[in-house]
């Protein structure tokens, strides 16, 4: 029997109710310990919706530091070069809401911000964002509202940075899902040009 769950009471049954420490770690500015770990963090999931709820979640990453801190309530993201969809952006357009969670590789916790959103094309800190000589087409600039660490449970139960898990041949290489999903009219020798050692060197591109 399928029972689904259709109002907040009855996920609080569920769930019960977030203690002390889980309600009260909030902020709505950063702290100098927030500070040193976006200095640390190369990586972050940015998640978005639409106006009419359609969401989106949008890896980011760079050398570590790419946020860029500008005031105790305002961070920055920088655009690399992409595949152009920008699904996230469109979606900061007409929803300005945004979550962010950034990651340092070999931690279980993240940090997370959650805030609004607005797109710039230039300001002068964009030449802070330089990397290899590129500056950034645009940044989303992030006015925090909340701001917390998340603990290690979904981490520590996946094993995530345990390398003795990790099976990346356990699928097809990139090239191959591309060719077998979407069927585009490259050969499947033309996509694993495109994605192969080569590729990294269009990042920045």
Known sequence: MTVEITST??????????????VAKERPRLHERDRQWLAAS???????????????VSPKGDPPGFALVLDDQTIALPERPGNKRADGYRNILANPHIGLIFMIPGRTDTLRINGRARLLRDAPWFDEMVIKGHRPVLAVVVEIEQIFYHCS????????????????????????LIKEVESPAETLDDLERRYGPEYATTLYA
């Open 42 to 56: 190369p990586f972050c999931l940015v998640a978005t919706a639409g106006a009419d709820g359609t969401c989106d």
């Open 153 to 176: 449970k979904a981490f520590l139960r996946s094993e995530l940075w345990q390398p003795e898990t990790w099976l990346p041949d356990q699928l097809p290489s990139r090239a191959r």
């Open 9 to 22: 009471a009855e996920l609080t049954e569920l769930l019960g109710t977030p203690g002390p420490r889980a």
